[in-house]
């Protein structure tokens, strides 16, 4: 099993005490899986994706990636997890601004040690962006903005993929184009990918779906 996810907890502070997002989420996904991550705003979707990513730490619970609980390291250690292992498409892009389309591209897989020049060529040509590589980001639309962000995690040759909403800023048709070329990508690679989306469309094409409510999977 690439990620085993066990009794995940986690509350955030309120003014009347903590408030739990996610109240105990058990979660499993193979090498090879898509899963959609489904549920209302404010059901703990994002909170989930973070966790396992790194990004934030949990309660209680254990978030394991190829048997290393990531829960269990510091700053530095979660960092290199991500840095090596996880590649993750943010909603608001986060690209660098001082560095063009190509070097963002590259970003992630250089610092993991595994960038592949016709591999990224290959990238970006397939996402619609080979003419946009002397460009910087301010330069780019927002769907433009989105697929660079979408090559980038991909070019690292990540074993398991994070997206949160990765289309949200794409219109339907090339929404659909994109999480085509993502699938085939992902395919080809061997890795897992989790998907938080509002969009049924795009949930019914993974090939599983976990729908979160107030906190917990729903059955």
Known sequence: MLLDVQNLTKSYAGNDGPVPVLRGIDLEVAA?????????SGSGKSTL????????????????????????????????????HVGIIFQQFNL?????????????????????????????????????????PEQLSGGQQQRVAIARALA???????????TGNLDEET?????????????????????????????AQMARRAHLRQGVIAP
């Open 32 to 40: 090879g899986d898509t899963l959609a991550l489904t549920g209302e």
């Open 49 to 84: 994706l973070h966790l396992i990513g790194g990004l934030d730490t949990a309660d209680a619970g254990r978030v394991v990636l190829e048997g290393q609980d990531i829960a269990s390291l510091d700053d530095a250690g979660r960092a290199a997890v991500r840095r090596n």
């Open 156 to 166: 690292a040759k990540p074993k398991l993929i994070l997206a949160d909403e990765p």
């Open 96 to 136: 660098i601004p001082s560095l063009d389309v190509a070097a963002n591209i590259a970003f992630q897989a250089r610092l993991a040690g595994v960038y592949d020049a016709a591999a990224a060529q290959d990238l970006a040509a397939r996402l619609g962006l080979s003419e946009h590589l002397r460009k910087y």
């Open 175 to 203: 929404a659909a184009a994109v999480m085509e070329q993502m699938r085939d990508l992902v395919a080809q690679t061997g890795a897992a990918l989790v998907m938080v989306t509002h969009s049924p469309t795009l949930a």
